[in-house]
Every structure is written in structure tokens, then in C-alpha cells.
């Protein structure tokens, strides 16, 4: 079983956004890529990464977000 999830960096200007793949029984971090802005691009990166890496799970968790709702995801 997989989660993700988004979350923000303040930094000295503006925000850094992360979004991370993690495996819940071993709590191990897939994947996980910084964005500067809230596109689903850097969601759809970091899945690809973490199913080239370690095929697909059989239950991927996630909250009802705009980037893990979009069709493209």
C-alpha cells in the first residue's frame, strides 16, 4: 500500500512545494520531487518514478487534491 501527499516549504520568498510516495508498511520514501508551483507535473513525475522503480502497488492512497483528482494523473 502506497500514499502521497503534498505539503509546503516557507522559504525567504514565496513557498517550495513537495510531494512524496511512501510505502506504508515499511514507511520508506519511493519518490518525491520539489516544485515551485502546484502543477500536476511534478505528481506525475514523481509516480512514474516510483512505479519504474517498483512496479505498482495494489492500493495507492491519497487525499481528494486537485492534482491527484485530475484525469491526467
Given at each position: 500500500?502506497?500514499?502521497?501527499?503534498?505539503?509546503?516549504?516557507?522559504?525567504?520568498?514565496?513557498?517550495?512545494?513537495?510531494?512524496?510516495?511512501?510505502?506504508?508498511?515499511?514507511?520508506?520514501?519511493?519518490s518525491w520531487?520539489?516544485?515551485?508551483?502546484?502543477?500536476?507535473?511534478?505528481?506525475?513525475?514523481?509516480?512514474?518514478?516510483?512505479?519504474?522503480?517498483?512496479?505498482?502497488?495494489?492500493?495507492?492512497?491519497?487525499?481528494?487534491?486537485?492534482?491527484?483528482?485530475?484525469?491526467?494523473?
Amino acid at each position: 500500500v502506497w500514499c502521497s501527499d503534498i505539503t509546503y516549504i516557507p522559504m525567504k520568498r514565496g513557498f517550495l512545494y513537495l510531494v512524496a510516495i511512501m510505502d506504508w508498511f515499511t514507511r520508506k520514501v519511493l519518490s518525491w520531487r520539489l516544485s515551485n508551483t502546484m502543477d500536476v507535473e511534478f505528481c506525475i513525475e514523481t509516480l512514474q518514478d516510483a512505479l519504474m522503480r517498483y512496479g505498482a502497488p495494489d492500493i495507492f492512497n491519497t487525499d481528494q487534491g486537485s492534482q491527484f483528482t485530475t484525469p491526467r494523473f
